[in-house]
């Protein structure tokens, strides 16, 4: 297969994470026989210090252009610490978000075995643990209309969504639980909000047409408690842009390292693949970041062109590498493995006819 990828590297630890991710996808090219080309653009902080811009309109052409898009991360202190920042490098995501019509976010949890000792929670609580998170990802408070009274003391942020936006979310949700364990959770605030109660109604309807998968609810604050008390229950977990945007974060504690959840964005054209961590500043250029993520995004990109062999020999290679103890420190703080070096262990891994590195 020939592939077309635009890499957005971004901010911060980005560019050191992505370049793990294009080393393993160009070790499966080697073994598989697929050429994958890709094309690097600006993002975020750095094109706003370029461009003036978080997503100059030859980023975006290049997206459009491409069939697959690996990002890295974006952010930076200087806009971070900053509320009177006009322009914000997430604002560049947004964007590429509702540009590319990007709906739906994909986000696999997964207690690794060889992790476990790693998580803050206990092993009973969290072994066994394999859900997926299918966030709405154009609609809702983030894109909602945003004012700031000319005195600046009062603000609001609308909260809205469509029947058509819920519908097709939800649409995909279903349809990966029936590839599961066919059940499915709506996480809402049906009690309070308006738009939980259309989310309600609309995805109780949709459900007649999935009748093998088992629907259920959960409020937003109680689904908070429920995936540290016993994520192991959930298997395809389906929410709003805003509460899946912090339930997938916390997550993040179950496997022992937000180094380690990958994601999807996907809609009606091309797919974005990145990590869901941030820019990470404080590590920037020492080569401690955790590249796993991005390499299991890429394994995702993978797996969205049905490369799905392709796509389990690196899962099996991250597998494999995270039980021989080749991690970063932010899994292991006794280690002495890099970033580079992390990505070149899973990319031996993966090309059996060459030499693993002797580690």
Known sequence: MNLNIAVLSGDGIGPEVTAEAQKVLDAVADRFGHTFNYSQALVGAVAIDECNNPLPDETLELCKASQAILFGAIGHPKYDNNPDAKI???????????????????????????????SPLKKDIIQGTDLVIYRELTGGIYFGEKTLSEDGTVASDLCEYSKPEIERVAHLAFKAAQHRRKKLTLVDKANVLETSRLWRKVVTAISKQYPDVELDFLFVDNAAMQVILAPSQFDVILTENMFGDII???CSVIGGSIGLLASASVGSGTALFEPIHGSYPQATG??????????????????????????????????????????????????????????????????????????
Request: hydrophobic residues 45%; glycine residues 4%.
């Open 88 to 118: 914000r490098p997430e604002q560049g995501l947004l964007k590429l978000r509702k540009e590319l019509g990007l709906f739906t976010n994909i986000r696999p949890v997964q207690a690794f075995d060889a992790l476990i000792s790693k």
């Open 248 to 250: 997938s974060d916390e």
């Open 286 to 359: 020492k080569n401690i970041a955790n590249p796993l993520a991005s390499i299991l995004s890429a394994a995702m990109l993978l797996e969205h062109f049905n490369l799905i062999t392709e796509a389990k020999t690196v899962r099996d290679a991250v597998n494999r590498a995270i039980s021989e103890g080749v991690v970063t420190v932010d899994l292991n703080k006794e280690t002495n493995f890099s970033t580079s070096q992390v990505g070149d262990v899973v990319a031996s891994f993966i090309q059996k006819n060459k030499e693993v590195l002797n580690y």
